[in-house]
């Protein structure tokens, strides 16, 4: 199975209404960019990427929880962000039954995550790279 259709597989499975908050997530991630990927890991979850990895998410019991992998170096203007503050590197959204969520919002952090990852990638890139290939 692709991840995509993993993810389709787990959305399914969930019956109650972290299935329609995830699949909900996941439609205002893929919006965003036509060049997200969609990927399965740590045995079960779902992450998007682009350039990097953008966000992971799981159904919990109680909440969904949507963790952006580089969220404290992202501008929150709208304070999405309700978990994991205190760390240095990872930010989250826990989502509970009843909440709802800014799509708007969330489409800009998404947006935010890729242009962190295109300017690391792009720092990565040693200078004069270029030049070096073309002799």
Do not use: C
């Not at 009843?98 to 990638?121: H, M, P, T, W």
């Amino acid at each position: 199975m692709t991840p995509s259709q993993q993810i389709d597989q787990l959305i399914a499975g969930l019956t109650d209404w972290r299935g329609k908050t995830l699949a909900s997530v996941r439609k205002a991630i893929l919006e965003v960019d036509g060049e997200i990927i969609e990927e399965w890991k740590w045995m079960g979850s779902p992450v998007w990427s682009r350039d990097g990895m953008i966000a992971v998410g799981n159904a919990h019991k109680d909440k969904v929880k949507l963790t952006f992998s580089h969220g404290a170096s992202l501008p929150d203007p709208e304070k999405l962000f309700n978990a994991g503050l205190d760390g240095k590197v990872w930010r989250a959204i826990d989502l509970f039954e009843g909440d709802e969520f800014d799509e708007s919002a969330l489409k800009d952090l998404v947006r935010s995550a890729i242009d962190y990852n295109q300017a690391k990638k792009n720092k990565k890139a040693p200078s004069g790279a270029r030049s070096k290939l073309e002799k």
